[in-house]
């Protein structure tokens, strides 16, 4: 670290250094570009892990981390932009592709315009939308943007801000589609989409040229939300973001405001929150598949899956109470005790899990038109899962080792014995399967724990009245489709000044076009259901 | 006279009255003994074979997938053919949160329904907005846009509690009159006009 200060700081004199929970850098916007690519070339920080809009009420700007993808390294950078009024700063999508729909996000919410990405609209809001939604000076008066019930115009153009040789910015336009393009429309209600995901696709005959993400059908505004509550009131809406890691989200969002208010969680919650979370991963895997499987007809998988899922529904809602949305995580451990008969039905979960995963094989893996349908198809390569920041299984099958269990170990994990699953083909097929590996070595894990659950208390003692220190966190968990983030920045108050969750769906979404170019227009089906993505998790 | 489902008794209903209310509507209006029978045997088969609209936008979507297998098993109930197709489908489960981008979406969505369609509002989201009603993005309700026939509270409700509003659906479809009079699309069709859908603009 102390070297990359130190070139840094020789080749960018103007670039200011701080040590936070990592190395924290901070940019001037003209040096951007040049900062972010030294790091990548020179440092190995190839990879954009995320892009976070800031309005700090005087200034507007970014806050970006980037991870080295093979030492897994993290560092922060922090880019301010100039004035509130058209503020602009330099892309790094010709370095970091993932950059070119996080750079559209900030531009809907926070209106700071990317020099030279080359599509610059809205991304979530309607193109007719009046403001920007996350600047702090936003007008919530409900006339200006009422309920419309006309349909939004589709432009097939774009626009990308240019800077002349003589520092001047002027638009040029940017084409999407076309006019001789034959473009189809898929989504937003489209059953096999997952959700309501809108994709524009451009086929040529079977095959697919190029397709158009349209997000924004199920945005709501959970981060802007949270600024106006206090910390613990936050925590329930993480359960409805990736609803099928409900648990490891709250888990995150919990473990980020610990390590700001440095409290010390029991070990009794920590393992009670590692079973959680691999039952939460064992769900999240089984309806993957399951709903996967019927969408290339095979209804039958689903039911099977859903057995299975209802057994752990069951396990849950024993301890818990509820079936999905669980508030089970707070600030310091977990809500209630473990319900009597906990272990005795874990185990049985356990005993059973084995048969069915055989079970699922046999029915499906080894089918020859499951295996027509997804080998070879929508293949991703280690260096694109990089650029593309595509983390959990989806990543992992693409040959790119990372798991945050054990990039940026949390909880207990580091003294658990699990495999990380990872292969090399980067197909449909190795996407389907590492989740079904994954499985086991959830298993595994809960095999370990289950025995072990140590007494005492379940939640640490915390002020009755939470209030974060100055100053800003950042934590990751692996959950059940990558590394979600959460980013808190406080101001000293009881509630967040910025809280943003950083969704691994939102770039599995962002990779759908790179998979799917080339492919025919069915396979579109599969590579998107084996990257699985959760569209509330995507738009937040 | 006692409407109610096959599987559940009279008296375990909790809202009665406004059942109640529908069917003395019915009365008042007077019956052709030819009609009539037909209007029976019409909702008979109509209410035993409600076939819903696929169209879920989040976590309530996830309840409604387990509605359909095995253990919640709605195909007893003559339920299950969820179609994909708006114009095969005879109601919508709006289950999740409506927002702005979305409502013209959903509205369109309704409009392309045959008729004689129906709505539930399923879980929170689709009542009031539930936990996001104060953003900016989200509809209070999918209330604002479309004629809700049934709501569904929880967040997200039981599988169980959806079987029972859908149970109420059929309920009220039993006390339809097919042929003129009472069939209740007067209100639809009132709350439509209210709620135009404007010019688009541009
Ligand atoms: S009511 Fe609750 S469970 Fe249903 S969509 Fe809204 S937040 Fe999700």
Redesign the pocket.
């Known amino acids: 670290m102390a070297n990359i200060q130190e070139t840094i700081a020789k080749q960018f004199p103007e670039v200011e250094f701080a040590q936070g929970e990592t190395l924290e850098l901070n940019v001037p916007d003209a040096k951007w570009h040049d900062v972010a690519a030294a790091l990548k070339n020179d440092f190995g920080f190839d990879n954009l892990r995320a892009l976070i809009g800031m309005d700090w009420g005087e200034e507007l700007g970014i806050v970006c981390y980037l991870v080295n993808s093979k030492t897994y390294e993290m560092i922060r950078v922090k880019v301010v932009a100039d004035g509130r009024e058209n503020p602009f700063l330099h892309s790094v999508t010709d370095l970091f592709t993932v950059a070119g729909i996080y750079e559209r996000e900030v531009f809907d919410f926070f209106g700071i315009k990317f020099i030279g990405n080359p599509d610059m609209r809205h991304l979530f809001l309607r193109n007719d939308w009046v403001g920007y939604p996350f600047r702090k000076d936003y007008d919530t008066n409900p006339t200006l943007n009422p309920v419309r019930l006309d349909h939004e115009e589709t432009e097939d153009t774009t626009v990308e801000y240019v800077e002349g040789a003589d520092g001047k910015i002027h638009k040029e336009e940017r084409v999407i589609f076309a006019p001789e393009d034959f473009v189809v429309n898929i989504g937003p209600q489209h059953p096999a989409t997952h959700g309501v995901l809108r994709l524009r696709t451009a086929v040529d005959g079977e095959e697919i040229k190029k397709i158009d993400l349209y997000l924004g059908y199920i945005h709501r505004g959970i981060e802007k939300l949270c600024e106006g509550l206090t910390y613990p009131q936050t925590i329930h809406f993480t359960d409805?973001l990736d609803?099928l890691g409900a648990l490891m989200n709250s888990h995150c969002l919990c473990m980020c405001i610990e390590k700001a208010l440095q409290v010390e969680v029991p070990r009794r919650a920590q393992v009670i929150r590692c079973i959680m979370d691999e039952l939460m991963r064992l769900n999240s895997h089984l309806l993957a598949m399951g709903t996967f499987c019927m969408d290339l007809g095979a209804t039958t998988m689903l039911f099977y899956a859903l057995r299975e899922r209802e057994t752990i529904l069951d396990i849950f809602e024993k301890t818990t109470g509820a079936r999905?949305?669980f508030n089970y995580n707070v600030i310091g451990g977990v809500r209630q005790e473990l319900a009597d008969d906990f272990v005795s039905d874990v185990k049985k979960l356990l005993e059973i899990m084995p048969k069915a995963i055989k079970e699922y094989n046999q029915v499906f893996t080894g089918n020859v038109i499951a295996k027509n349908r997804m080998e070879g198809v929508g293949v991703l390569t280690p260096e694109a899962a990089v650029a593309y920041n595509v983390t959990g299984p989806a990543g992992r099958s693409a040959g790119w080792n990372y798991d945050v269990r054990r990039a940026q170990p949390y909880g207990i994990y580091p003294e658990l014995e699990f495999d990380v699953v990872t292969c090399t083909e980067g197909d449909s097929m190795a996407r389907f399967k590492a989740r079904i590996t994954e499985m086991e070595q959830s298993c595994r894990i809960i095999a370990q724990l289950i025995d072990n659950i140590p007494e005492g208390e379940i939640c640490a003692k915390v002020p009755k009245v939470i209030k974060l220190p100055e100053g800003h966190w950042f934590q990751e968990v692996e959950t059940g489709k990558g590394a979600f983030g959460c980013y808190i920045e406080s101001t000293g108050t009881t509630s967040p000044w910025r809280m943003k969750f950083n969704s691994p769906c939102f770039c599995l979404a962002g990779v759908v076009d790179h998979l799917c170019r080339g492919q025919k227009i069915a396979d579109l089906i599969t590579i998107g259901g084996t990257l699985d993505y959760i569209v509330p998790d995507i738009d937040r | 006279m006692e409407v109610t489902t096959k599987s559940m008794p009279y008296e375990d209903w909790k809202d009665n009255e406004y059942i109640e209310s529908l069917v003395n509507e019915l009365k008042a209006s007077g019956t052709n003994v030819i009609v009539g029978s037909l209007d029976k045997l019409i909702n008979w088969g109509r209410s035993n074979s409600l076939w819903p609209l696929t169209f879920a936008?989040?976590?309530?979507?996830i309840?409604f997938i387990a509605l359909g297998a095995a253990r919640y098993d709605m195909a007893r109930f003559g339920w299950e053919v969820a179609r994909s197709s708006p114009r095969q489908a005879d109601f919508m489960m709006v289950?999740?949160?409506i927002v702005h981008r979305m409502a013209p979406v959903v509205r369109r969505l309704y409009d392309q329904l045959a008729e004689p369609k129906y709505v539930i509002a399923?879980?929170?989201?689709?009542i009031s907005g539930?936990?996001?009603k104060n953003s900016y993005h989200v509809l209070k309700g999918v209330g604002e846009i479309l004629p809700v026939d049934v709501y569904c509270p929880?967040?997200?409700?039981r599988p169980e509690a959806m079987i029972y509003a859908i149970m109420q659906l059929s309920r009220k479809v039993k006390v339809e009159k097919f042929f003129g009079g009472v069939n209740r699309k007067e209100n639809q069709k009132e709350f439509l006009k209210n709620h135009p859908i404007s010019e688009t603009t541009n």
């Open positions: 409805r609803y999905m949305t | 936008t989040s976590c309530c979507g309840e289950a999740g949160t399923c879980g929170g989201c689709a539930g936990p996001f929880g967040c997200p409700p």
